[in-house]
């Protein structure tokens, strides 16, 4: 039975949340389903495929378009925040739910019934809060890590008391009970379900032809971010001693800070920093291996697309999914969390790599069709879905 599915993102920017979300509304699209996604701030680096209805609605500026919004904006920042650190979201998600309420009644008297509400990220969940709705489910890829202090129960309990929250791997789902717990915070349905990837997609786009390095390599592809730790990166690249080429496709905050260090390690005529390109998969292909150094990796889309593209992953035992996406002999080339660590299981990697062709399951696991089946298959008040 064909359903209208709703999927809620904060941008449409390169990131793996936004492209997780457009992987699921391609897919659900692609088995005949009416497919729509809100875009609540903006972002134009990516986009669903052409049987996905795009809407796109800052319900923050609309708000402070009206006197009455404008001034509500100008007291909470000048009055509130200060007596209440951290607390900008629950005065602008309180508004923010009854604009969606109101684009979910507009878009069913355009379009006919919503059967389910996907909604994914925190900075989402923080933009529309109080909206309550048995279709809707929270899909959460990282535990909140920002919000500390005695009013840190108060803010936790707005995104997910009594709310229905999917989680995309099952160390996301530990972390984040954990934190609930510790304020006596329940939702009202937990779901546990990994990414979904286009696998057909993947390869076709890593057949696509790219200038490639002369030289043998191994490839990073992140943001440059803190987060993502490059520095370690590169400092394991020197400790390892290969021969191989760096690659590392991404941009962001730390570009020129990570230009820096390349100069000061020497290796500026073996590092290739490429920039933002909305198709790094012939890079993951034509790689050797794929490394990640992140300091924390709520799932790590880009592991589960390396070994798609057929390349094996050696990345940092840092927190989050990484030891739920690399599994069986894969699970080999996770490192101990350092500089030294990373460096022995880059040159493991380059000597023994696991061979993924033997372990199908690796990728079959993240297949969208087989992703796609499991939102479906989420109860709702309406009666669609399995049951609770």
């Given at each position: 039975?064909t359903?209208?599915?709703?999927?809620?993102v904060r941008?449409?920017?390169?990131?793996?949340?936004?492209?997780?979300t457009?992987?699921?509304?391609?897919?659900?699209?692609?088995?005949?389903?009416?497919?729509h996604?809100?875009?609540?701030?903006?972002?134009?680096?990516?986009?669903?495929?052409?049987?996905?209805?795009?809407?796109?609605?800052?319900?923050?500026?609309?708000?402070?378009?009206?006197?009455?919004?404008?001034?509500?904006?100008l007291?909470?920042?000048?009055?509130?925040?200060?007596?209440?650190?951290?607390?900008?979201?629950?005065?602008?998600?309180?508004?923010?739910?009854?604009?969606?309420?109101?684009?979910?009644?507009?878009l069913?008297?355009?379009?006919?019934?919503?059967?389910?509400?996907?909604?994914?990220?925190?900075?989402?969940?923080?933009?529309?809060?109080?909206?309550?709705?048995p279709?809707?489910?929270?899909?959460?890829?990282?535990?909140?890590?920002?919000?500390?202090?005695?009013?840190?129960?108060?803010?936790?309990?707005?995104l997910?008391?009594?709310?229905?929250?999917v989680?995309n791997?099952p160390?996301?789902?530990?972390?984040?009970?954990?934190?609930l717990?510790?304020?006596?915070i329940?939702?009202?349905?937990w779901?546990?379900?990994?990414?979904?990837?286009?696998?057909?997609?993947?390869?076709r786009?890593a057949?696509?032809p790219?200038e490639l390095?002369?030289?043998?390599?191994?490839?990073?592809?992140?943001?440059?971010?803190?987060?993502?730790?490059?520095?370690?990166?590169l400092?394991a690249?020197?400790?390892?001693?290969?021969?191989?080429?760096?690659?590392?496709?991404?941009?962001?905050?730390?570009?020129?800070?990570i230009e820096?260090?390349?100069d000061?390690?020497?290796?500026?005529?073996?590092v290739?920093?490429?920039?933002s390109?909305?198709?790094?998969?012939?890079?993951?292909?034509?790689?050797r291996?794929?490394?990640?150094?992140?300091?924390?990796?709520?799932f790590?889309i880009?592991?589960?697309?390396s070994?798609?593209?057929?390349?094996?992953?050696?990345?940092?035992?840092c927190?989050?999914?990484?030891?739920?996406?690399?599994?069986?002999?894969?699970?080999?080339?996770?490192a101990?969390?350092s500089?030294?660590?990373?460096?022995?299981?880059?040159?493991?990697?380059?000597?023994?790599?696991?061979?993924?062709a033997?372990?199908?399951?690796?990728?079959?696991r993240?297949?969208?069709?087989?992703?796609?089946?499991?939102?479906?298959?989420?109860?709702t008040?309406?009666?669609?879905?399995?049951?609770?």
């Amino acid at each position: 039975m064909t359903q209208r599915i709703l999927l809620v993102v904060r941008k449409l920017s390169i990131g793996g949340i936004e492209r997780v979300t457009v992987n699921l509304a391609n897919v659900l699209a692609r088995e005949g389903h009416d497919v729509h996604v809100l875009v609540l701030k903006g972002g134009h680096e990516l986009a669903p495929d052409a049987g996905v209805t795009v809407h796109r609605r800052d319900f923050d500026k609309a708000f402070r378009r009206t006197g009455v919004g404008l001034a509500y904006d100008l007291v909470t920042r000048a009055l509130l925040k200060p007596l209440m650190p951290g607390s900008g979201f629950l005065w602008r998600g309180w508004y923010g739910g009854g604009y969606l309420k109101r684009f979910v009644e507009t878009l069913e008297r355009e379009h006919g019934p919503v059967d389910r509400v996907i909604m994914r990220g925190q900075g989402a969940f923080e933009t529309v809060w109080s909206w309550r709705d048995p279709r809707l489910w929270q899909v959460t890829v990282s535990w909140p890590g920002s919000y500390g202090g005695r009013l840190k129960g108060v803010y936790l309990r707005r995104l997910y008391a009594g709310k229905q929250v999917v989680c995309n791997t099952p160390n996301v789902r530990e972390q984040l009970d954990k934190q609930l717990a510790h304020h006596a915070i329940r939702p009202a349905r937990w779901a546990t379900i990994m990414n979904p990837c286009d696998i057909e997609s993947i390869r076709r786009q890593a057949d696509e032809p790219v200038e490639l390095p002369a030289r043998p390599f191994v490839v990073h592809v992140s943001r440059l971010s803190d987060v993502k730790r490059q520095d370690v990166l590169l400092r394991a690249y020197v400790e390892s001693n290969i021969e191989e080429d760096l690659v590392i496709v991404g941009d962001g905050p730390k570009r020129e800070t990570i230009e820096q260090l390349i100069d000061e390690l020497g290796i500026a005529h073996r590092v290739h920093l490429l920039g933002s390109r909305p198709n790094p998969y012939p890079w993951m292909k034509h790689a050797r291996l794929f490394l990640l150094s992140s300091r924390s990796e709520a799932f790590g889309i880009v592991l589960a697309e390396s070994m798609i593209c057929g390349t094996p992953c050696v990345a940092v035992d840092c927190p989050g999914g990484v030891r739920n996406v690399l599994i069986h002999d894969q699970a080999r080339l996770i490192a101990d969390n350092s500089v030294a660590g990373l460096a022995t299981k880059i040159r493991e990697g380059l000597v023994r790599p696991p061979v993924l062709a033997d372990d199908p399951e690796l990728v079959e696991r993240f297949r969208d069709t087989r992703i796609m089946a499991q939102f479906l298959a989420l109860p709702t008040a309406n009666g669609t879905g399995a049951p609770a």
